[in-house]
């Protein structure tokens, strides 16, 4: 059983992150709220989500699994202005999602969830963490988008610092410690990824948000923010490029 | 003889509504204004136009006909502001349309009429009528566009609806008897249309608007909507498909 | 030796004017400010243009050549809003130019200027001279897009005129001599221009400019116009085409 009511923009925001890493998803249902965790086709990034019932209107779910195809949830919803009401209801015996904006309601297929896979979110030691707003990093990010594909992410006590190293040109966007919200680190640390999945995960964060990445060296970034008005949270996984040596 | 000065976004609703079926068309004139009628080319959708004198600033014809290309029209009025006036005027001896904005003078080669179908409107005993804002209406037709290339119009004595049965997924949108501008019928209709059709006609009319459509049971719709301040009428007609009995 | 500080609109309107009919370009830097000067690849068209250290918050040069690709420096100044400050320095070293805009540095590899031209403005006796508003010429401009692929000016004592002449459709832009800002000839004076480097050019002067014309008869068109609030001066040279005697 699974029914409930929600802002569209707080429906938006769920579309937004999962959509980033995948087409399709399952979302795992309790009576405390909902949660996804999926990873990417290529292995390479995992998002891992959680909504309470308070970011809902209205929510009563029994433990459960729906399959939703994320482009047609989203198309949907383009459908509803920010505040409109979402209206939710699984149908069970038809295997469908009932959505419900205004005048308009949609029955939705469910995809079967048997083979989806249940990604486990590994235990990562990261020894440097640094928190900056999201409209800071896309500048950062828009900026090296036209030097490399891969962009390096660097913290030390001095600061925080994106880098791009083309063959031509190199792009640095470097914020001091006195100027970001937070950052704690002790050694220097710097891993290298790749920029477009780094570009569209942080896309998918609404503006005016604060990020939290925790960094090692040639380890993996845990970034983390929090949508629907501090009702839920997002914890994405971006695996490290090697860095040549040359 | 024809010479007139109208407010450019008068024409550009004529413009907007004839060019959703077709590319040429023929203007019929005469002392009282102005009237088009085209079939477009796959013979599904028919326009019924008609603009009185009084949609003009100014307004002058005798009997004739003008065929003219309804892109560069829309082109050329594109370079007017709403309430720029716009002036016309037959030039019969170089079977051109000179048009003046402002500084700017277009002669426009007019098209042979020769050839050109006179589509006699049909009559129809269509025993359901609704009456329906446009935006409403639009809204109805984005949610269906991912859903199905067909959408089903259905009127009964309690609301009038718009429903799509894709394969996975349908979608309906509804509105009760009370919440619609007008609704007369005694029995339950339906008939069923080609979307793109039915959604490309809805688009040429004017945000805020009303729409009124004639409904049967696999009949053809007729849609009325008035242009130009209420001093124009547009009547489109639509052919049904034929529903599969599955 | 080459540091600068200059708002980035003042820089968004070289680029915009020198994009126009190049990828890259040679800047000559002196103490006084700085000048370019280039032909398009299919030479029909120069551009010269002088920039005073005046139009700088701050400037420093000693006599030295810079080559740079526009394309790179038109994408980092889209990273900043228009009266953000840029930090311009030349890396002798290294050959590249350091740019900081915020947050954010980049390293752009120098163009080597040594087989760029140093073409040489032609001596011309212009007759006709006429000042238009941009606005009103891009009008103009617009309306014959559609018509033809050139574009006629003709200048006499009554007023300045655009006119396009397509196998189907003429279209005439015209504005009385009243109704300029400045116009002076003794005669009448036409020549022909290719109308997309007439309408590219155009197209990169700011809004609400005004445009001074020096015309011939079958003579290139001279366009000058201001920019960087007056502290900089922008001359185009566009050849003319033969016009035919059909």
Redesign the interface.
Known sequence: MFQARARAEVLKEVVNVVSTLVDEAKFTLNAEGLTLRAVDPAHIAMVDLTLAKDAFEEFKAEESEIGIDID?LS??L??ARGDDIVDLRHDEDKR?LKIVV????????LIDTTGMSDPKVPNLNLPASVTVRSD?LL??I??SE??SDHIALVANSEGFEMSCEGD????????AKKDLASLQTENSVRSLFPLEYFSNMLKSVSSGSEVTMHLGSDYPVKMEFRIAGDKGEVRYLLAPRIESSD
């Open positions: 047609k198309q949907f383009k459908l469908k205004g005048d308009i309601t949609r029955h939705m297929s800071d500048q950062g828009r900026a036209t030097v031509m040109d190199q792009v640095h966007w470097k914020k």
